[in-house]
């Protein structure tokens, strides 16, 4: 079994054997495959797609690639809430405290920043001290002592995905249903968890722009969940502008917390307690939705889901300072203001290119290639369906290196289409179970 033959094979349409997906993914894994050869591989998948099998085949490849956890010793419901990413996606942090507080235990794997989209890594680490590498033993504990952890993929979880997975962001072929649902589930059956609850996001500032892709994504790890015997629901839900309003690590932590605390922007609260009532639902921890949403308000409205972020702070050594006083979390030089030319109301925001403007801003002069400054970013003023003056502010971007602004200005500026009034779409198109 050569590599280039299966690199060929794809390429030109072919389906391959589970067998020869094992042979290459194991052998990027294992450092016998270079770089080069995969990153053919993934083009070669990108433009040529993968059957349902061979997704399936690909998702084996991965899990076998490493160790999957075993939760037995934690009580109670183990789960596991996933998004496939956007821009101002900082759910996860709101809905993770929030499930814990109602009971359910979350043992939760994130990511770094993929594309134009942040990680929850990346958000978590604006807070300082906050640790996202622990070790088995330690996920595992503070899973069964204080009902939720948030860490990264250790090296045994997945190690063939960790590495496809950055390959796939400098090889532009991350936008590929196949290895998206490859990766996602991947690292979902390997981490365990009874019930995993994905947020499919459709839209311009998604992987996927169509609600019929985000039904195929959502479909295909639906089944390939079954498959591997975990209960599986998804939301269809959606990424036509920035969710909330800030755009940046430390900006979202920020806003997150603002949310915990009961505030924060309507959208980002609304989303939140919709996840967490349609997994306290499906976890069976409620028999009626209505009943399942009504604890996941109580939850924010409480102070419980923000006792627990608390909590989880602390066992994860970072800084506790930092709610009530979000000036811990690192700070910008620079505010300058993005102001309208024209006037009417905000009918479309090209979320691809608000993420852009963000990583811009990350990137600085000075900065390594692969490290975004966790200061800065930026808070879009005016959403969907808002009336617009000439003058008005669009967004403030927060800035260390001025050389970004200019750049990032012309970004947000071109995001925004302003006209006449236009239908906001909804939060969530639909859910499948």
């Known amino acids: 079994m050569r590599i280039p033959d299966i690199i060929a094979a794809k390429r030109d349409g072919k389906e391959l054997s589970s067998k020869e997906i094992k042979g290459i993914v194991s052998g990027y894994a294992w450092g016998e495959v270079p770089d080069y050869q995969m990153s053919a591989?993934?083009?070669?998948?990108?433009?040529?797609?993968?059957?349902?099998?061979?997704?399936?085949a690909l998702t084996q490849a991965m899990v076998e690639s490493g160790t999957v956890l075993n939760l037995d010793s934690i009580t109670g419901t183990k789960v596991d809430k996933h998004s496939t990413g956007g821009v101002g996606d900082k759910t996860t942090l709101v809905v993770v405290p929030m499930l814990?507080?109602?009971?359910?235990?979350?043992?939760?794997?994130?990511?770094?920043?993929?594309?134009?989209?942040?990680?929850?890594?990346?958000?978590?680490?604006?807070?300082?001290?906050f640790n996202t590498a622990l070790d088995v033993d330690r996920f595992i504990s503070q899973v069964s002592r204080i009902g939720a952890a948030i860490t990264g993929q250790t090296?045994?979880?997945?190690?063939?995905?960790?590495?496809?997975?950055?390959?796939?962001?400098?090889?532009?072929?991350?936008?590929?249903?196949?290895?998206?649902?490859?990766?996602?589930?991947?690292?979902?059956?390997?981490?365990?968890?009874d019930v995993i609850l994905l947020d499919v996001k459709v839209g311009s500032g998604a992987f996927v722009h169509s609600i019929e892709q985000a039904r195929e994504l959502a479909q295909t790890m639906i089944v390939i969940g079954t498959a591997f015997g975990r209960k599986v629901s998804a939301a269809i839900t959606d990424m036509n502008q920035p969710l909330g309003r800030a755009v940046g690590n430390a900006l979202e932590a920020a806003e997150a917390i603002e949310t915990l605390k009961g505030g924060g922007p309507s959208d980002l609260r609304e989303l939140c307690v919709e996840l967490s009532a349609l997994m306290l639902y499906i976890a069976g921890q409620y028999t009626d939705l209505e009943d399942a949403r009504n604890a996941?308000?109580?939850?924010?409205?409480?102070?419980?889901?923000?006792?627990k972020f608390i909590e989880i702070i602390n066992a994860q050594d970072g800084d506790p300072r930092v709610i009530d006083d979000p000036n811990i979390l690192l700070q910008a030089a620079i505010v300058h203001e993005v102001k309208s030319a024209t006037s009417g109301y905000v009918k479309a925001?090209?979320?691809?290119?608000?993420?852009?403007?963000?990583?811009?801003?990350?990137?600085?002069?000075?900065?390594?290639?692969?490290?975004?400054?966790?200061?800065v970013g930026l808070v879009v003023m005016k959403?969907?369906?808002?009336?617009?003056?000439?003058?008005?502010?669009?967004?403030?971007?927060?800035?260390?290196?001025?050389?970004?602004?200019?750049?990032?200005?012309?970004?947000?500026?071109?995001?925004?289409?302003?006209?006449?009034?236009?239908?906001?779409?909804?939060?969530?198109?639909e859910v499948i179970h």
Request: charged share 20%.
């Open 41 to 56: 591989f993934l083009m070669a998948v990108y433009i040529r797609g993968l059957s349902f099998a061979e997704t399936s």
């Open 100 to 129: 814990a507080a109602c009971g359910l235990k979350v043992a939760k794997m994130s990511g770094r920043g993929l594309g134009f989209t942040g990680g929850t890594l990346d958000k978590l680490e604006s807070i300082p001290g």
């Open 155 to 193: 090296h045994g979880i997945v190690p063939a995905d960790k590495k496809i997975y950055a390959l796939r962001d400098v090889t532009a072929t991350v936008e590929s249903i196949p290895l998206i649902a490859a990766s996602v589930m991947s690292k979902k059956i390997a981490c365990g968890s």
């Open 296 to 307: 996941s308000i109580s939850a924010l409205a409480s102070g419980s889901a923000l006792a």
């Open 349 to 375: 925001i090209d979320c691809a290119r608000i993420g852009t403007a963000a990583s811009i801003l990350g990137a600085g002069r000075e900065r390594k290639e692969d490290t975004i400054d966790p200061a």
């Open 383 to 429: 959403k969907l369906g808002d009336a617009v003056e000439v003058g008005e502010v669009l967004a403030l971007i927060y800035a260390n290196d001025p050389q970004t602004i200019p750049s990032a200005s012309s970004a947000i500026l071109e995001a925004y289409q302003i006209g006449e009034l236009a239908q906001v779409p909804p939060l969530i198109y």
